[in-house]
């Protein structure tokens, strides 16, 4: 069963551009992985510091090895110091 997923993540100010350049990594990488079908990055056009995840997974086992791909792991420990609130992650079913 697919796993459609949305995450917003807020960077502290002044940090935008090192954490594009980790979060551009990290979607490169990410659309490498077998069971990823989209996983897209967007800037909120109001908030320079606000990102938003569209993802799309084959199945809750790629999702779960995805969290354990190196690259992932890279970019938690990466923006440790930047990411300004927690993450949050919304795993939705499609309507429509």
Known sequence: MKIYLTALLKFKPGTTAQAK???EALVKASNQEEACEQY???QSADDDTQFIFHETWASADGL???EQQPHFKLFVQQ???IVDG???IFKT???A
Request: charge should be negative; glycine fraction near 12%; hydrophobic fraction near 30%.
């Open 21 to 23: 350049g980790y979060l």
């Open 40 to 42: 897209e990055l967007y």
């Open 86 to 88: 927690p993450l949050s």
């Open 93 to 95: 079913d499609r309507v």
């Open 64 to 66: 779960q090895q995805h």
């Open 79 to 81: 923006i440790g110091d």
